[in-house]
């Protein structure tokens, strides 16, 4: 991709991962901040997708795929201690 | 074709951050968390997988592995709704979702057990 558009959707994306932290810290309920929460995280891989374009380098997706493996995991737990009190 | 490939990676890179900004744009107006849900998964799939295929698009390398991110988050991301969902539906909805009109608060299992012999 171009600079200029690596330039400006880096600034949006961050601008999103902005409006995302507060959603997750004006959620009414603990559901809908975890749901907030899942979507920063997704927001990140975007993020880390963009700079692996831009920057034309493959590492940054090693950690953007560490990240999506941590985030369901972590939304997993967290959804299902919410509900059960107990992970499994 | 060679010089066309950045401009194709430019719009799949403006998609991409058009439908992640509708998605979150659903998750902050959504009135109930399951149309939240609805609009979150929304990103997941159409949001970053054609950022992920635009970072690829010179590079083979980059494109494998961004293919691999999109697979992996292909499968988890309907697990994880899933997850939400139901313990949403276990805590704070409580059965009210599909029927308000029922002000009683019991259990629809043992309520549907106890109906299903009259109705049949």
Known sequence: ????????????????????????????????????????????????????????SSNYLDAALMLALLAFVGTLAAARFASDRRIY | MSELLPWIADALVVIGLIVLTISIGGVWRMPDLFRSLHAASIATAFGVGPILIAAGMQNGTILL??????????????????????????????????????????????????DRPERA
């Open chain 2, 65 to 114: 592995r961004g293919l691999l991110v999109v697979g992996f988050m292909l499968l988890t991301s309907p697990v994880s709704a899933h997850a939400i969902a139901r313990s949403f539906w276990r805590t704070e909805s409580n059965g009210s979702a599909r029927a308000p009109s029922t002000a009683a608060p019991a259990q629809p299992e043992s309520q549907s057990a106890a």
């Open chain 1, 1 to 56: 991709m171009h600079s200029i558009v690596f330039d400006i959707a880096t600034l949006w994306v961050v601008i999103l991962i902005g409006l995302g932290v507060v959603l997750t810290l004006r959620a009414d309920s603990v559901m809908r901040r975890i749901l907030a929460l899942e979507f920063v995280t997704t927001l990140l891989i975007a993020l880390f997708a963009i700079f692996a374009g831009g920057r034309n």
